[in-house]
């Protein structure tokens, strides 16, 4: 025994340390959770209350019947779809965030910064590689 009692109790109850690999870390986990029943049944396959079970079987594998046409509502005018059409463009101007002046005059100078950029760049390199193939094919 040490010299400190109460040292031994503490080396004995020390925390595990913690994992330093993703694999270790997924081991951890795994055991610290209980592990779960084979012959429980999923609850995603339970049948609802209420309905035979040859309609739910039949549901199960098929899903819904195809609708009929006869119910089909009339094709509508070409002005008509077109008038829907705009009325919605419309609608959806409305939800857009409009940029103030101030961040239009910023991103517009952004935008003619970068392409002035861009057009020296490829320039450049237009100017190298034809002074370059000149020079090899001359």
Same mark, same amino acid.
């Given at each position: 025994m040490s010299?400190?009692?109460g040292k031994d109790r503490e080396e004995d *109850?020390?925390? *595990?340390?913690?994992?330093?690999?993703?694999?270790?870390?997924?081991?951890?986990?795994?055991s610290a959770r209980p592990a779960a029943r084979k012959d429980a049944a999923p609850a995603a396959k339970a049948k609802p209350k209420g309905k035979p079970a040859a309609e739910t079987e039949a549901e199960g594998k098929k899903g819904r019947a195809t609708p009929s046409r006869d119910g089909k509502e009339k094709r509508v005018g070409m002005f008509a779809r077109l008038f829907r059409f705009l009325k919605e463009v419309v609608a959806e101007l409305r939800k857009v965030i409009w940029p103030t002046r101030k961040q239009m005059i910023t991103y517009t100078a952004v935008v003619l &910064?970068?392409?002035?950029?861009? &057009?020296a760049i490829i320039a450049g390199l237009d100017l190298g590689i034809g002074r370059g193939v000149q020079a090899i094919f001359g």
């Open positions: 010299e400190e009692p *109850q020390k925390p *595990q340390s913690r994992p330093v690999t993703a694999a270790a870390r997924r081991e951890r986990r795994a &910064v970068f392409l002035a950029v861009m &057009v």
